[in-house]
RNA sequence: GCCUGAGUGGCGGAAUUGGUUUACGCGCACGACUCAAAAUCGUGUGGAGAAAUCCAUGUGGGUUCGACUCCCACCUCAGGCACCA
């Protein structure tokens, strides 16, 4: 008896595969066309995680479940290979980025051979390479003309030694990841996409697509769209100023303009551009200034986490609330209300500046208890001691609106202070400026006299410069490139300067997906012809890209459908995320904690086979997998039975494996179809216990085997070969499966009394009710239940269940 | 603080979407084979109880003939975040 080698086996199959060109697909070939995408990764220099693993097991196995079903699928791969942890490895080590990721690169690619995973790598897109971000180039310049990018300055996490950016991930303590330098906040230009622009698109287009409920929902509210009102606050006693005598006025956004008799302070984010204004003259003027500067140290997280709320009051100052001002009956300079600068309010949002309603808003509450200020309930539904009422309701204390609910209230009030309805948006414009070197360069130059202008197709690719130095040295890295400034002056005239920035890596990966069917097209990023086959049909990845990847891929696509580039509104028709895979504790895996499993380690000990089985077995895709390797173990001798069985071939199958067969064939399809792969596994391991009982035919067998071909590809094709087939399993069609023999001859239902399970019986197929009934009736053990009790009504499920209710 | 999920045996999980809770796998126990061990194969395996039976899907209510599934309130855990007014 030959023994299972997994090692030689999926060595063998894997050489012969890639020879015998078993991956190609023909892309104009005319068969229904299904394009399965992955998440391409991140080519790491830790290689290929687990949740690589897993996510592309999963797309692999439906990949080769849609192409036994005779569809032409397209499932390609790539690398999203810009980044800053390229860049920081440079700085440590001098290697050039580009060398290390390439190197990344062919590790990712040999990993993922390994696990048999069946891409095309002559077709990848890889982000770095100029072919490719070309396109990138003149996708930002078709977004420039179209007036769909712009420039402002914008604060950000800044540190000065690195002169860059940093995302708040990267701020360890209040100090830079890399140099430990003290963080601040700064206003520094950058170039942003007009997302929000498409704000209400993306909101409403959700509606067309087959995702998880979950991450609509999540899109829905990071866009926020919230429908609100504009209103003017003025000044009184403004008299510090002493130039700016002209009256000064406080534009809010409130979404409860029903509750502005209630407005009993205001607060300006520190960063407000009227507080620079304000401050003069202030008595407290030092104070001010003091919060002012420590807020600039504070990232927006901090902001977010900080328990206690801070605050500082601008003293002598007040606002007037134009409700109470224009009221009549309310107690003198009763519409004077105390001016705050605090941290809790964003600048970046609505107007960055609150009226605040402390008895029905919590965070006011909170601040407004801290403070002293007055709390003054407007809407009646109750202020309890502790908190705020946040609801809608009936209007008290509001002069002549008292009575009236909310909802009109809104409107009313609004109109009364000559005030706007508008529809706010949490959701801000995509900066899109990062000041590093390992991105793709921005193609702008600037004029002598600073204008900006984008470089033509015809200069593109625009070269990312060579000849520059990473370690950070007070300057951004591409400034230090002589040969960039020289070109952009012999292109442009003298006195041109390039931008200095690249792009943020979420630009290149928001169109990969659009260059994949043409990778090689030189003369547009896509034929008409090759945009057949978008858009994507089955998206699978992971959920923590539901806020930026996938909504700023929808974005790329709405903005290129605008432009014309597109005749389709969404990405990815179906998205489907993988569960995160833990430690066999449940613990996140993290080089820090040493607890991270490598796929090399699984694929070497157990073979690529097992390796994907048990990775689709221990839990539903969606779920968190917990990779406990004591677990693998059954689905390695699954596998073992699987290839001993070939000696136990009879003439004929017997009608219980048939029985089991057709109805493992019906349930496996039907399963990866859903992405049900844990269920589909377990279907196969019963119908192997069923087979070690009876007896298999050859033919029956090689039906089996057809099904386990796309979970376990190795082993099928070499028990498949050693059957006597000589061409590749993985070219066969999905077997049919048979109703009639799928069928059960008969059930075993359960019978209730109250509900309660008091006997079993079996039933023949096509038992009529009245034959169940009598069954039922004439069963012991349920006489015995019923006892002296009257039936009141008995409920029957066919081939389920039979309740007596007594 | 806000948003989104998830809580079922010793463990990973299943449950035809309102119809027999614990499929499949791991582990464990016993048995067979073996000088022995490993591997393999059988049998058993939610808890309590001698049994009849009772109790079990995070907790407490509710709807229903019937609830892991639907509704309300709460607890715990995980993930995400840009305090969203």
């Not at 180039?137 to 769909?148: A, T, V």
């Not at 977010?304 to 500082?312: D, M, S």
């Not at 896509?526 to 891929?553: N, Q």
């Not at 499993?597 to 699984?602: G, K, R, S």
């Amino acid at each position: 008896m030959r023994k299972y080698n997994h090692k030689k086996i999926e060595e063998k199959w894997q050489k012969k595969w890639e020879d015998d060109h078993v991956v190609k697909i023909d892309k104009d070939d005319t068969k229904k066309k299904f394009y399965m995408l992955d998440m391409f990764p991140y080519p790491s220099g830790e290689g290929l995680h687990m949740g690589h693993t897993e996510s592309y097991t999963a797309s692999d196995v439906f990949t080769r479940f849609k192409t036994m079903q005779g569809f032409n699928v397209l499932h390609p791969q790539g690398f999203d290979a810009f980044g800053l942890p390229a860049e920081n490895y440079a700085i440590k080590t001098g290697i050039d980025p580009k060398t290390s990721t390439a190197q990344n690169i062919s590790n990712f690619i040999v990993q993922m051979k390994s696990l048999g995973l069946r891409y095309d790598f002559d077709e990848k897109v890889v982000t770095y390479e100029p072919e490719y971000y070309k396109w990138t180039q003149w996708l930002f310049g078709k977004f420039f003309d179209n007036n769909l990018v712009y420039k402002k300055t914008s604060k950000i996490n800044w540190c000065e030694s690195c002169q860059t950016g940093i995302a708040n991930e990267q701020v360890i303590g209040g100090e830079c990841e890399r140099c430990g330098t003290q963080i601040v906040q700064k206003e520094i230009p950058g170039w942003f996409f007009k997302i929000t622009d498409f704000a209400d698109a993306l909101i409403n287009d959700l509606d067309t697509v087959d995702w998880p409920e979950h991450t609509k929902k999540n899109q829905r509210n990071w866009i926020g769209k919230s429908e609100g009102a504009l209103i003017k606050f003025s000044i009184s006693n403004f008299q510090f100023s002493k130039e700016k005598t002209e009256e000064k006025q406080i534009k809010v956004f409130t979404t409860r303009p029903d509750t502005l008799f209630g407005a009993t302070y205001m607060v300006l984010a520190p960063e407000h551009p009227l507080v620079q204004d304000l401050v003069i003259g202030l008595p407290n003027k030092v104070e001010v200034e003091k919060y002012i500067l420590d807020s600039r140290k504070k990232t927006e997280m901090d902001r977010i986490e900080g328990k206690e709320k801070t605050g500082v009051k601008l003293e002598g100052i007040f606002a007037i609330n134009p409700a109470i001002a224009r009221s009549e009956g309310f107690r003198a300079n009763s519409e004077e209300i105390p001016i705050f600068i605090a941290d809790y309010v964003l600048s970046g949002y609505g107007t960055g500046a609150i009226m605040a309603v402390p008895a029905h808003d919590e965070r006011d509450f909170e601040f407004a208890t801290k403070f002293g200020v007055e709390i003054k309930e407007v809407i009646s539904g109750g202020i309890i001691k502790e908190r705020a009422y946040s609801g809608d309701g009936i209007l008290v204390n509001s002069g002549q609106f008292d009575g009236m609910d909310s909802e009109e209230a809104k409107k009313k009030i609004t109109e009364f202070v000559g005030g706007e309805l508008t529809t706010n948006y949490r959701l801000r414009d995509w900066s899109m400026s990062r000041q590093r070197y390992w991105g793709c360069p921005i193609p702008i130059v600037y004029s002598p006299e600073g204008e900006a202008k984008c470089i033509p197709e015809e200069h593109l690719p625009w070269l990312l410069p060579t000849d520059v130095d990473f370690v950070p040295s007070g300057k951004s890295p591409l400034e230090k490139s002589v040969e960039f400034r020289e070109r952009t002056e012999k292109i442009f005239g003298e006195g041109w300067t390039p931008e200095f920035d690249t792009m943020d890596t979420f630009v290149d990966s928001s169109w990969y997906f659009l260059r994949y069917p043409d990778v090689h097209n030189e003369k547009e990023f896509c034929s008409e012809k090759r945009k057949e086959w978008l858009p994507v049909d089955l998206y699978i990845g992971g959920a923590e890209h539901t806020y930026m990847h996938l909504l700023f891929s929808r974005f790329f696509v709405k903005a290129m459908n605008k432009i014309g580039l597109l005749d389709f509104n969404e990405p990815f028709l179906k998205l489907r995320h993988q569960g995160m895979v833990l430690d066999g504790e449940g613990k996140k895996m993290s080089k820090s904690k040493g607890n991270v499993t490598n796929p090399d380690e699984m694929v070497e000990r157990f073979g690529a086979d097992s390796t994907r089985t048990y990775m689709l077995f221990a839990a539903p895709l969606e779920d968190e997998v917990m990779w406990n390797e004591d677990n693998i173990v059954g689905v390695y001798r699954f596998l073992e039975k699987v290839f001993y069985q070939v000696d136990k071939l009879e003439k004929e199958s017997s009608k219980e494996v048939q029985n089991s067969l057709h109805k493992t064939i019906r349930k496996v399809g039907n399963d990866i179809d859903e992405l049900k792969y844990n269920t589909a596994v377990s279907e196969m391991m019963k119908f192997m216990n069923v087979v070690k009982n009876y007896q298999i035919s050859q033919e029956d067998f090689e039906k089996f085997l057809k099904i386990l071909a796309p979970f376990a590809p190795h082993i099928a094709e070499e028990i498949w070969e050693s059957l006597g087939n000589k061409s590749s399993i993985h070219l066969e069609k999905w077997p049919e499966y048979d109703v009639k023999l799928a069928k059960d001859d008969t059930y075993v239902i359960a019978v209730q009394v109250n509900g309660k399970v008091r006997a079993e019986i079996e039933i023949g197929d096509g038992a009529s009710e009245e034959d169940v009934k009598e069954m039922v009736f004439s069963d012991l053990q349920i006489k015995k239940w019923i006892g002296e009790h009257e039936v009141k009504k008995s409920i029957y499920i066919k081939n389920k269940i039979f309740n007596i209710v007594v």
